[in-house]
């Protein structure tokens, strides 16, 4: 693969960028010379990303130890309200960023009607009100930059599979909100751009959501498998690290992976029935 430079020396922000597909993004970001800031609530494990970030080639890497469920910022104006964290709060007001990816997030097993509004409400958290906090956070820093924010969201914001707890509902909100926060800071010349892909291959694919399942009393064969039973192969994440970083370089609105997914959105909007006879059919059971 033809190694490319397009965030070299940028600003590039990745919230999430401790584990998985963060860290990844972390990884493919400081290979090509970017200066990398990670956002994470554990300490050591943000340390430990930074350490792996130079080693990749980062500029420098800075982690902030950050939890975007509970930090109350309003949107429009820095606060006092970071609390004593002040090393963000002069970043902040200083610096710009050419890069904001977002990629807290979880998803979820069971049928949506065995999920209990506590765990609704909390998926959300994860999934929607965490990125729209990054974005809060780092909007003038954006804005300095005319930069570019990169929300992951999922192939179960643009297409609900059964069995797959709250993460469509939850994933469909941040699908939403990426679309109209596209059109309002065009404007302004901040691009957005959302990443709905399938399941990602990783160390325990396949046992994650095991506890869960059961609790919810679903059958474990369904649970275990990736993706909620949907037939598609597991994304080696590297190379969807770096794709996600061209394609954001390249301003792309929306990037869907596997691509054939969009086809099965498009039928289900002009035609649900036939939509849900295809998406039942590719249910691997
Ligand atoms: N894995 C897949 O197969 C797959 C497929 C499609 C889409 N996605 C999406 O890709 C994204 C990454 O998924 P993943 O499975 O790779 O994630 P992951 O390994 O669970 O990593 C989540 C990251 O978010 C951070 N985080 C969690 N809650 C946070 C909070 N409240 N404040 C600040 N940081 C927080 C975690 O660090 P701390 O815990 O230290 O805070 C960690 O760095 C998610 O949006 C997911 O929905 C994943």
Redesign the pocket.
Known sequence: MVQRYDWKEKRVVV????????LHLVLAAAAQGARIVI????RE?LEQACQKAKAAGAQEAIGFS????TISLPCAQLSDSLGDDVRLQSFLETNQVDLLIN?????DRGPISSVSAADLRSLLE??LV?TWQSICLFKHSLLRARGTIVN?G?LAGLVSAPNLGGYNAAKSALTAMSRQLRLEWKQDKVHVMLVC????A?EDSGRRYEQLAKDRGLEIAHANV?GGAAKLKLLEPVGLANRILHDASTKRCEVVIPAKAKWLAAITAVWPALGDWILVKFLKR
């Open positions: 919230a999430g960028g401790t584990s998985g597909l963060g956002l994470g609530r554990d494990r950050i939890d975007l469920r990629a807290v997030g979880r998803s994860d999934n965490c992951i999922s892909t399938g399941p990602i990783r990736p």
